[in-house]
């Protein structure tokens, strides 16, 4: 795949640059080269966090034309811009073209690579040495979006947008089933398309644009029992039965289609009275199925009963209708002085219906008699309906002196309406019913200016009555500080402090969680073109909460801390044709998961002639996990690359 598009794009870009013959003036660099990349330890880990590869990567390109002499032509500017594709987990490709009072076109691409292996997650097999966790993905994903305007300018510009989104890979999962559970191959593969058609337009002093499109996507995924994985996670027998699965395939598919509409539009009433409205409108349908079948020498406490084979097949239907509309009105009364009221109104509605059809073959009570096929359905139906309004106010000052203030002011009433299926009720107590939640929002802020020295502090406070869910706060507060500093071009100096405290002490959720967070970061230039940083931060979370343990549904704490410092200092000077920089730096963390991870960098260009050049960099990663040794990885990458600029 990476070859394959960097083929594609080599190709295309040697298109435009063919093109160029009749456009000037034009700008142009390139850099391509080689990475090479050495992991020992934990390459699984190293790919999960870092993910480089080795090989041919194109590092950047970019390319601007304008032509402005008259004649027939297709375009007056072209921008084209690349970067990271190749031998890389990230990268994209941008071209930005039009004609004047014709079009303009946009048109964007990226690819992205998503690895996950991690020792800890899911890991029945940890305690007997087994580094990787048998839930992993190697997912990548294509997204392309295209803009076009037409006739810009005018009164009224058709215009239409179109996106595709390729999310797909293979992974592996577990299947708990027959008292034990069983490792399993997986493929998924999601594709979704939107198309948008409709009119901007600019009439007077208002200007807007409306928007109908269809967002369609289809996802699946097959799974299959890893060869050699038959005997399962569980060596030990079953009420003195040894379990195993001989064969395992299953396969799930969903997909839907649904409309969007999107409206929006701002406008000057009078001279300092602003007007800005919007509405956003989505109908989602989609269903779902679900096969699995499989066979071997299972159990089943709930049945009571051993069986050879079993077949599972579920369908399921969702609708969710989505609105908001909102309405702002700005004003400055006074020179300096400007106020803000906004009404917003959202609307959320879901519908959903499931069916659950189980078959067991050949099931016998543990005594080994009363052979039968057992047959068992399920139907379940729920819904949910979620209003909130929302009134916001705000006022701030601006251009009165070294100080700037603001104050606000929003409340945020929520009515929700829950029917549950009485089948989906796990714990005693309802689950459904009508619930209201009243949040008020305040906020506040000042900035103090003086010559170069600039302070400001932020502050907001959420105050709610009710909790509808249990991440739900009843009252959160943050504190928020910076301050930048510059003294001429020898000095610059940056700090930044931040508090968040929040809590819901409801009976049986019992949450509570502090973060607090502070770094500074210092940058000197003693003579020009050398600069030295120098950073530095520190943060700490903690957090507990109430939670039900799944195999007895008892309430336990559920405590999670962090207490984090950062380090890292860096380098660099220009010189002629060339410069350098060099850096490190050291993350530690103690507490719930403690770990240290230490990086260092070099790079160094120089420039051969006017138009060719050279740029050599290197990088080292250190992970080390204070609990799972077996996490540990220490990678050393670096490239080789050419640079061609005119």
Known sequence: MAKRLFYVVALVLALCWAALGVAQPTQFSLELGYQWVSVSGNESIFRTQVNEKQGLQLRSFSLTTSDTSSGTKLFDRLQVDAGTLGATSQGYFRIDTGLARAYNLRIFYRHSELYSALVDFANPLLADGVDISEHTFNHAS????????????HMFTPLLQYSWMRYMGPGTTTLHTGEDEFQLNSDFRETVQEVNGGVGFHI??????????WRIFDSSQTDALVYGAGAGNNTKPVLGRDINLSNYTGSSH??????????YVSGTLT???????????ADMKSSTEE??????NLASFMLARFYSGFTRSAEASSESLNWRGDLRVEWEPLDGLQLLAGYTKRHRDQDGLATIADMYANAVTFSGADAKTINTLLTSTTAMQRDENVLELKASTRNLGPVQLWVGYADAKQDLTVTPDAAEIVVPGGQGGDFTRDVKLYSAGVTFTVSTLKLAVDWKKDDADNAIVRTDYLNQERWRARLSWTLGQFLRLVGTTEKITGENPTTGIDREATTKHW???????PVKDLIFRLGYGEYKVDSTTTIRQPQDFSLVASVYNEDGTSKDAAVSYRFGRGGFEVGLSKFENTGSMPLTVDRTFARVDFDITKAWGVLVQYETRKYEDDVLSIANFDAKWYGLFLRWRN
């Not at 007077?204 to 499109?213: D, K, M, N, Y």
């Not at 300092?272 to 409108?281: D, N």
């Not at 096969?291 to 071997?296: E, I, L, N, R």
């Not at 770094?519 to 230039?525: P, V, W």
């Open 291 to 296: 096969t699995d079948a499989g066979t071997g």
């Open 204 to 213: 007077g002093t208002f200007a807007g644009s409306v928007l109908q499109g």
């Open 519 to 525: 770094a500074g970061d210092l940058e000197i230039t």
């Open 142 to 153: 294509d997204f392309v979006n295209l803009d076009l305007e037409l006739i810009p300018g």
């Open 271 to 281: 001279p300092g009275l602003r007007l800005v409205g919007s509405y956003v409108r």
């Open 254 to 263: 969903s997909d839907g289609t649904f409309p969007m509409t999107n409206a």
